[in-house]
């Protein structure tokens, strides 16, 4: 132990007389003491600063991307939306007369997409309805494979990959297959809209009518807006 503080005394006399040679005595004892004596001991980190400026920024990148990972908030998943009941009607909705505006704005909507055609029919108005949105058309069953379905009448109010979801005038929501299932909806013309007997002699005259075969019908809404329907033999029909 004295042998080490006597080595490290004797390197400090030699550090000052190299000093004093180059510099002036309050000169050399300022530069050892800043620069030798209370030097500060950098440590080096566990992971060693970039080499470069190009890492140095794809660091900084790196490090940004994950922030904004833990930031942004996680999709639901479909467990969780049915257990929040995301989709679930409420008991105190399940009337009628809530969705009857949903079907005057679905009526004026589906005017807009047919236009002419909605007089003509053809494979142009076909083409039309197979990419359509049918939240809030007045739909009925007319053939089924299961002969208690056929009847059931009411307001779109769920068009999902494999079912509607039909509430009726009774105020009951009905769970409709699409699969082994027909649906007729009747469009009124805008002429339909007058009142009295004139307009309803020709609401019976002008009335649109189309057929869903709910086996080629199988897709959500937002993905028949892009998809091409061709047309093809049916075994069924």
């Known amino acids: 132990m004295a042998s080490e503080t006597k080595n490290s005394t004797d390197q400090s006399l030699l550090t000052r ?5 180059a510099h002036s005595p309050d000169t050399a004892s300022r530069i050892f003491a800043d620069k030798i004596q209370h030097r500060p001991l950098f440590l080096r980190p566990s992971s060693p600063p ?3 400026a190009r890492e140095a920024r794809r660091a900084a990148r790196r490090a940004k991307q994950l922030r904004a990972q833990s930031l942004r908030p996680k999709p639901v998943s479909a467990r969780q939306r049915r257990s929040l009941g ?3 009607v409420p008991k105190s909705t399940q009337k009628y007369a809530v969705y009857e505006p949903l079907h005057r704005l679905w009526v004026g909507y589906i005017h807009e997409v047919l236009g002419p055609e909605l007089y003509t029919g053809g494979t142009g108005a076909a083409a039309k309805l197979a990419a359509a949105d049918y939240h809030g058309a007045a739909a009925e069953v007319s053939r ?15 068009d999902s990959r ?23 909806i009747s469009v009124a013309a805008p002429d339909d809209e007058k009142g009295g007997d004139e307009g309803e ?35 069924k029909l």
């Not at 089924?144 to 769920?158: D, E, H, L, N």
């Not at 020709?202 to 329907?229: C, L, M, P, V």
């Open 86 to 88: 995301l989709y679930t």
């Open 50 to 52: 970039p080499s470069n």
């Open 162 to 184: 494999f079912a509607f979801e039909i509430i009726t005038e009774k105020n009951k929501v009905k769970t409709v297959p699409k699969e082994g299932t027909m649906f007729r």
């Open 144 to 158: 089924s494979s299961c002969p208690s379905r056929v009847g059931i009448r009411g307001i779109v109010i769920k």
């Open 201 to 235: 002699e020709k609401g019976r005259r002008q009335k649109f009518t189309f057929e869903i075969h709910g086996d080629q019908f199988q897709y959500r809404s937002a993905d028949r807006a892009n998809k091409k329907f061709k047309q093809h033999y049916l075994k």
């Open 17 to 21: 007389q190299l000093l004093s040679r």
